[in-house]
């Protein structure tokens, strides 16, 4: 299964790490478009893959996202980080154009459904 690409960018920061904690839709290895620029969901946790942020967890100094994959210890969870990985450090407006298919609106408008509950 592919990693989906999720478009979180009108959501601060804050608000869009909490829909990573809750939301189903988003699972390991997904790539999510946010504020501080782009981070793919590890297990429970949403790391940043391009840019910086004060709220997304972030790969340790001198760590390679090869080496942070080894640990993952379920089979297929490395090749699903490491695929999600691959995808967001495609170019962003290839990144834009790839969230913009039916289902990731789908799970958009679901998402938005329940920030403003």
Same mark, same amino acid.
């Given at each position: 299964?592919?990693?989906?690409?999720?478009?979180?960018?009108?959501?601060?920061?804050?608000?869009?790490?909490?829909?990573?904690?809750?939301?189903?839709?988003? @699972?390991? #290895?997904?790539?999510?478009?946010?504020?501080? &620029? =782009? +981070?793919?969901?590890?297990?429970?946790?949403?790391?940043? *893959? /391009?840019?910086?942020?004060?709220?997304?967890?972030r790969l340790a100094d001198?760590?390679?996202?090869?080496?942070?994959?080894?640990?993952?210890? @379920?089979? #297929?969870?490395?090749?699903?980080?490491?695929? &999600? =990985? +691959?995808?967001?450090?495609?170019?962003?407006?290839?990144? *834009? /154009?790839?969230?913009?298919?039916?289902?990731?609106?789908?799970?958009?408008?679901?998402?938005?459904?329940?920030?403003?509950?």
């Amino acid at each position: 299964m592919e990693p989906k690409i999720i478009d979180l960018r009108a959501l601060d920061m804050g608000r869009a790490y909490d829909v990573t904690q809750w939301s189903e839709s988003i @699972r390991h #290895g997904d790539v999510m478009l946010v504020a501080d &620029g =782009v +981070a793919v969901m590890c297990e429970a946790w949403p790391v940043m *893959v /391009a840019g910086a942020s004060t709220v997304f967890h972030r790969l340790a100094d001198g760590v390679t996202w090869e080496r942070f994959a080894l640990d993952c210890p @379920r089979p #297929g969870m490395a090749d699903r980080l490491l695929a &999600g =990985v +691959a995808a967001a450090q495609r170019p962003a407006a290839d990144l *834009v /154009a790839a969230a913009l298919n039916l289902a990731d609106l789908a799970d958009l408008a679901d998402l938005a459904e329940g920030v403003q509950s």
